[in-house]
């Protein structure tokens, strides 16, 4: 303040921060505990709305994507604050809208393509999304540009770290939780054999059915 009044006199003390460990301790715990509700969640709605191995595929490349964040919050000693755990709980978010895209691709594909096998199918449904994902990330990453250039310190590690997610996400999607359901061996009874079960509708055996009175 000394060297501030002698520049400029009319500078003023507005606020003083100070994050101690305590803080720091329950910024950990809080955001962990965070994770780990959004991860259930999102098994649990991948689970009902396709099936468990999606779920699992979508989860482990959700993941990945934020494994490598904090990796690279890690490894140059970047600041970790509510903003970014706030940036890492939005990238879950995002990259699981691309994994349900591709996964309801696949199950498009079993429906129409009864003679492909896995391995066509899932190449079929990435090829048919793959157009849709560049477009999406890329403007999304225009406006996350912006935010990092011009939003100032406030939001430059949220910006960063949602600008690492979206550019890892783009390929976690695609090539990560399609692999991982692949080698988890999913197939199309397993998306098809509960519509297969509800629109199921053979008679009940009767001995006298279909006899002349």
Same mark, same amino acid.
Not at 145 to 160: D, R, W
Not at 180 to 188: E, F, N, T
């Given at each position: 303040?000394?060297?501030?009044?002698?520049?400029?006199?009319?500078?003023?003390?507005?606020?003083? &921060? +100070?994050?101690?460990?305590? *803080? /720091?301790?329950?910024?950990?715990? %809080?955001?962990?505990?965070?994770?780990?509700? *959004?991860?259930? /969640?999102?098994?649990? +709605? #991948?689970? @009902?709305?396709?099936?468990?191995?999606?779920?699992?595929? /979508?989860?482990?490349a959700n993941l990945h994507d934020i494994i490598i964040i904090l990796g690279f919050f890690a490894f140059f000693q970047?600041?970790?604050s509510l903003s970014v755990l706030a940036a890492i709980l939005a990238v879950l978010g995002y990259s699981v809208n691309?994994?349900? *895209?591709?996964? %309801?691709?696949?199950? &498009?594909?079993? !429906?129409?393509?009864?003679?492909? %096998? $896995?391995k066509a199918v899932i190449d079929s449904a990435i090829t048919g999304t793959i157009s849709r994902t560049v477009i $999406?990330? /890329?403007? $999304?990453?225009?406006?996350?540009?912006?935010?990092?250039? @011009? =939003?100032?310190?406030?939001?430059? +590690?949220?910006?960063?770290?949602?600008?690492? =997610?979206? #550019?890892?996400?783009?390929?976690?999607?695609?090539? *990560?939780?399609?692999?991982?359901?692949?080698?988890?061996?999913?197939? !199309?009874? %397993?998306?098809?054999?509960?519509?297969?079960?509800?629109?199921?509708?053979?008679?009940? &055996?009767?001995?006298?059915?279909?006899?002349?009175?």
């Amino acid at each position: 303040m000394k060297v501030l009044e002698a520049s400029n006199s009319g500078a003023k003390l507005q606020r003083v &921060e +100070y994050v101690g460990p305590q *803080v /720091g301790k329950e910024l950990a715990i %809080d955001g962990l505990k965070a994770l780990v509700f *959004v991860v259930i /969640g999102i098994m649990i +709605y #991948l689970s @009902f709305r396709f099936e468990w191995k999606f779920a699992v595929a /979508g989860i482990l490349a959700n993941l990945h994507d934020i494994i490598i964040i904090l990796g690279f919050f890690a490894f140059f000693q970047w600041e970790f604050s509510l903003s970014v755990l706030a940036a890492i709980l939005a990238v879950l978010g995002y990259s699981v809208n691309e994994s349900v *895209v591709i996964f %309801d691709r696949i199950r &498009e594909t079993f !429906r129409k393509q009864r003679k492909m %096998d $896995t391995k066509a199918v899932i190449d079929s449904a990435i090829t048919g999304t793959i157009s849709r994902t560049v477009i $999406t990330h /890329g403007s $999304t990453e225009m406006m996350v540009i912006a935010m990092l250039i @011009f =939003g100032g310190p406030s939001l430059f +590690y949220f910006a960063l770290a949602l600008t690492i =997610g979206i #550019l890892f996400g783009i390929y976690s999607s695609v090539f *990560v939780a399609a692999a991982i359901a692949m080698w988890l061996g999913v197939k !199309r009874e %397993d998306l098809i054999q509960g519509e297969r079960k509800a629109n199921d509708t053979t008679r009940p &055996e009767d001995p006298n059915f279909g006899a002349q009175i």
